[in-house]
């Protein structure tokens, strides 16, 4: 069973930076991806880190946000600078295995970013 455990949330002034962590447990991962989740909005992707390392961001983000991976380990940090309110939101640690289609999510982390 794949087990996905976020942290590094917290609450955090208008441009100050958070370091979110994911660390996975039961199966080799192939991509790790970052998602959010603001009240009212759907759950969209912020990041995405492939087992080799390519990363990708959204629009909104890049310049702002790092996805790092340590190599081959179960391990995605998600570096946060300059960060605006509309960051805000439940972030969600999300991926898959060499072994099949299943993804797997974590239960999340709050970020709040607020004068």
């Known amino acids: 069973q794949v087990q996905l455990v976020e942290s590094g949330g917290g609450l955090v002034q208008p441009g100050g930076s958070l370091r979110l962590s994911c660390t996975g447990s039961?199966?080799?991962?192939?991509?790790m991806n970052w998602y959010r989740q603001a009240p009212g909005n759907e759950r969209e992707l912020v990041a995405t880190i492939t087992s080799e390392g390519s990363a990708n961001y959204a629009d909104s983000v890049k310049g702002r946000f790092t996805i790092l991976r340590e190599n081959g380990k179960n391990t995605v940090f998600l570096q946060m600078n300059s960060l605006k309110p509309e960051d805000t939101a439940v972030y969600y640690c999300n991926a898959g295995t060499f072994l099949g289609l299943q993804r797997y999510w974590g239960q999340g982390t709050q970020v709040t970013v607020s004068s």
């Open positions: 039961g199966a080799r991962l192939r991509d």
